[in-house]
């Protein structure tokens, strides 16, 4: 009986994003009850319905063994400690049987080559880490290109709903960080919302959106107004008129039809952040990841804030990679952007985003034009960098393509 099986088990059922952060398979277990149980979690978790005692056990556990594990586990706090010690014995159980195996190699040469090529396998469970042959990798590549060439020249990512920028960035792309940086109350928040919004109705894209600066309610407000065209100072207010109701009708039905998935505590941790994003894509499907924004995120370090918002920003890079999804993440300017044009080193508080970012629009107002809004595209890994002149609409809370 393991007592480490039994608690890392009743800890994912306790907290279920705990999932997204273990690296096990149902041989790691050595209780029937535990493989069973662990199957039906990975099942779950495989159709996008979250762990609990109810659906593992509709999913195959059985009840009674499942409700000892949660009732056995006060809280989630030392999952780590239990997953280490399921590996442990694990990787114990896999060496006596190499052991075995080695007694009875023909000969000395083969017991030595046989034992190399197990202890690496062992050492390599539960890492994730795999080394992967080149020959594989081009097969791969070959296929992407192929994919890309059968589009006659379309844009290959999620289409932005900028058709400028479109032809720039060629859409949004998997395991790419894409950055919209400003100063405070610039637009970068508004252009983020409509980018998402855009996707999510028009797009008909699953969308992930985490707001650490405003809440769900007001991003409600935001994209009501601006995709009905409904001033927000009515909506705000509740002074609407007969056409404003109508044009409410209208929107809400799109906004309701559209798949759009929204976390918005304040101040959130980082590893919260992560936890919630890996949520968003496995649980709900979500196809691209958006974050409200960058420097908000807290990082539990004691280190100065320069390093704890180059880990975020490292952190968000690699959640694009991990989740395979485009992740595209508001960013704050430094206060000394004000009266001048932005340049790729003015994020605020670390030289490590501008690194991180795959490709990086800084947001300028124009000085001649009041509504009128610079998108400026900085850093492009996939393309060239340049500008495109954007209308911003207040009452609407919306950016429009503008004349150039």
Not at 190 to 216: M, Q, W
Request: hydrophobic share 40%; net charge negative.
């Amino acid at each position: 009986m393991s007592e480490a099986e039994r608690s890392i088990l009743g800890q994912i059922l306790l907290k279920p994003s705990l999932w997204f952060e273990l690296n096990l398979e149902p041989r790691h277990f050595i209780e029937p009850e535990a493989r069973r149980t662990f199957s039906a979690i990975k099942k779950c978790v495989a159709d996008g319905v979250e762990p609990d005692l109810m659906t593992v056990y509709d999913y195959g556990a059985d009840a009674a063994y499942a409700s000892a594990l949660t009732n056995a586990v006060g809280s989630a706090a030392n999952w780590k400690y239990y997953y280490d010690k399921v590996i442990t014995e694990y990787r114990r159980r896999r060496i006596q049987t190499l052991s075995h195996e080695l007694v009875d190699a023909d000969t000395v040469e083969n017991a030595v080559a046989a034992a190399h090529a197990g202890l690496v396998d062992i050492l390599s469970e539960g890492t994730g880490d795999k080394i992967h042959n080149r020959a594989d990798i081009l097969h791969d590549a070959i296929d992407a290109i192929e994919a890309r060439y059968k589009l006659g020249g379309a844009i290959p990512g999620i289409r932005t709903g900028f058709d400028t920028l479109d032809n720039y960035v060629l859409g949004w792309q998997r395991q790419r960080l894409y950055l919209i940086g400003a100063r405070p109350s610039q637009g970068k928040s508004a252009l983020l919302l409509n980018i998402a919004d855009s996707i999510s109705i028009d797009s008909k894209t699953t969308v992930g959106f985490i707001s650490i600066e405003s809440s769900r309610e007001e991003l409600m407000i935001r994209t009501l107004s601006s995709r009905g065209s409904i001033p927000s100072h009515n909506l705000a207010t509740g002074m609407m008129g007969k056409s404003d109701f109508d044009k409410l009708i209208n929107v809400a039905d799109d906004v309701f039809k559209s798949k759009f998935y929204i976390y918005d505590v304040p101040n959130q941790e980082l590893s919260k952040i992560q936890a919630i994003a890996r949520q968003m894509v496995e649980f709900h499907g979500c196809d691209i990841l958006f974050l409200d924004y960058l420097q908000k995120i807290r990082v539990q370090s004691k280190d100065e804030r320069r390093n704890r918002v180059a880990q975020a920003s490292t952190a968000l890079k690699d959640l694009s990679r991990q989740l395979n999804i485009p992740v595209i993440a508001a960013a704050q300017l430094r206060r000394d952007v004000d009266g001048r044009e932005p340049h790729l080193g003015d994020f605020s508080d670390s030289s490590e985003i501008e690194k991180d970012a795959d490709v990086a629009i800084l947001l300028h107002h124009d000085q001649d034009e009041e509504d009128a809004v610079w998108a400026i595209i900085a850093k492009n890994r996939d393309g060239s960098t340049g500008r495109i002149k954007l209308r911003f609409s207040k009452p609407y809370v919306r950016f429009e393509e503008g004349v150039q």
